[in-house]
């Protein structure tokens, strides 16, 4: 048997991630060895502040400020810094120094996939990214392997624990938003600024990075439509619930065909929808994860587990270097991204899609009728009708109904919400909330 | 750009399955070209009986009874005739003659499989069964590559369709278990014999591939512990259900490490255990698969989704053929099986459960206590008691417990439920269930 030379793996970022994989490098190393063929020596983590206080498990000779020079070296290089630069700049040089890559980088991969995945496939170098979507639940995989011969019709993710945490808290223990953040906060769930999981940003970035997955397709972030949760009300909560649905914030992925309507492209979308209570998605709970998939031939399959947390994404990198390793062991140029479907990312406009409309309206005979004349001459029809007690603030008699339409177009359905909040009969809309996971 | 040649594609086999694959093969065409980055050409199908009604899809110019010579000028041979011989002898030629396999074949891999593994390693093959557990959830990638830097602590499987609807009738519906397998063979769920199913074998030989996978170590199928369903009566289901808990047939794959009793190894087996309710496996419900499964890093993580059916099972072998396909585009040997670990397969005696014990006793003081005595002289501690109502036929006063046990050695449990049945005070041992999916 031919004795390879060891892996040379350098890791950038020393965050609860990148300690994490360093830890598991080096605790698990004889395994590792083992599963691979051959040793997989971790020969530095390059860090901002060599000084700050770190993992005992990780020698401190390991740690250095030079990146560059780290790089260089290094058959695997690991990027779990973060943000957009240098991180991009930094995968660059390492695949053009010869290295596969390893990236838990959403926001990167979302900004900047096409460049990262045209320069690997000029230098034939590897861009894993397992654990930028679901943490430690494998879902890039089974998307770019398992389902390479089925046609992915439809994606619902759960894919931010911090809005998941949330949301479930409003739910279970009726919390305002702002109070299950702080709470999320208190629990290391949420971080100082949530501005990126609450605004709905991360989610939006996984939508993007799961549609040009699925679709075969390089769905740009500009391309997908992004709303966050601190619009979610207690109200909007308890009458979710009488309706038998839960609100979940969702990264939404859909192949869109129309020939009617001359529509051949996919849409992303993150934003927050009701969900049956019975679907799968309504019972993941917690800062936990969940991707729900519809393909063709496959049918309907759901992936859940722990989206975040230092050591459980720590398994997908670490599933993500014994690929790699293994492959600089038996050769072979491996896999390039696919995007020869080339298909339009189409504005939420043209989705089609359910809504339930909350609003406040004036208590008499007629009202409804009015109401149901507003939604038909939008071509929207009605599904369901709730009306729920008066308010008990209100000075004239008035009521709170929650209409449930058919699927439409968000383009019917936004002008049927304008012209509502504009009629005489409606005091104001009080909830506008789309549905998913009904077929 | 450089064009590939074809990939010439040879099919064993048109039952439910290989029909999907060749429907599949013929009207994606164009979209797994895109894929592969160069064509796929079906070139022939073998079968037993050219004569038989077949897929309109399907030209009737591919159907041979040579399966050898079919062999012999292909790249890729699937296999989906199923059972082991000439499926075996067929795959090796296959692989022998230099092509790459994909099977859907449990029974073969569980009997066979290092074999087969050993042929494609010396030859440079590639031996792909995503199909092969699981129908269309991605079960054996995730295993084998999403997980190879973790260490799988525990897998709770149900992997079987059949058993799974006949038990949730059971739970749902009130049926007997041999109503509720009448229904499914009238559904189609179960086959006319249904032995493989109801007796656990398919279980058994699914939990030894996942094994085998799980922990890089050759588990023989004489080493998994097998149990069917026939002896599971209403009166169990309904004490389970009174408990919390659910009956499942599982696929129980376990790490077993006691330093203390010398034990180092793993289990595989298939059984009827209880679930807790709020387990999410008990809520997989009809023929549904699931596969949970714990690691040390990634934590607790499930994968859902349809088991079984002609289609949905395409769906997984067209996932192994894209990936054969694009490694004959851009070459490279790709991953043989890792069996380094090369742990010991346990006997069921060596690992550590939970028992709930129902039983007939004499309806008087003291009896409890004697049960109690009973279990601790086996080291076995009581965890839950409960008394249910007198049976209406008893003629002596007679009452129904059930115990449940705290964690002890499958010896022990044994044991104990020998010696029960032994005791003057238990007129009858009437049930004895494992528990699974408590920590």
Known sequence: M??????????????????QVAG???????????RVGTGLDLVGIAVRDPQRPRDPRIPEALYTTDAESLILGADIVI????????????????????????TANKALLATHGPELF??????????????????AIPIIRPLRDSLAGDRVERILGIVNGTTNYILDRMHSQGDSVQEALAEAQRLGYAEADP????????????????????????????????????????EQVAAAQRSGFVIKLLAVCERLTDAERGIDGVSARGHPALVPAAHPLASVHGANNAVFLQAEAAGSLMFY???????????????????AARRHVVGGPGVAESTHADLPALPIAMVTTRYQI???????????????LVLSDHGVSVETVQQTAAGAEAAA??????????AATEAALAATVHALADSEVVSAVTSVLRVEGVS
Chains 1, 2 share one sequence.
């Open 2 to 19: 031919i004795e390879y030379r060891n892996i040379r793996i350098a890791l950038l970022g020393a965050g609860s991630v990148g300690s």
């Open 24 to 34: 598991l490098l080096i605790e698990h190393r004889d395994e590792l060895a083992a």
């Open 79 to 102: 990027e779990l810094m973060g943000g957009l630069e240098p991180a991009r700049e930094l995968l660059l040089l390492a695949m053009n120094s010869g290295a596969d890559v390893i």
């Open 118 to 135: 045209a320069a690997a496939e000029q230098v034939g170098a590897q861009l894993y990214y397992e654990a930028a979507v679901g943490g």
């Open 195 to 234: 501005t990126a999981d609450v605004e709905g940003f991360d989610a939006a970035q996984k939508a993007a990075i799961l549609a040009s997955l699925a679709f075969h397709t390089a769905v740009p972030l500009e391309a997908v439509h992004r709303e966050g949760i601190l619009g979610i009300t207690l």
């Open 305 to 323: 587990g722990a989206g975040a947390g230092g050591l459980e994404t720590a398994s997908a990198v670490l599933g993500d270097v014994v690929s």
């Open 358 to 372: 909350g609003m406040e309206v004036l208590d008499r005979p007629g009202v409804l009728a009015q109401i149901a």
């Open 397 to 406: 008699p008035a009521a709170t109904r929650v209409i449930g339409t058919h």
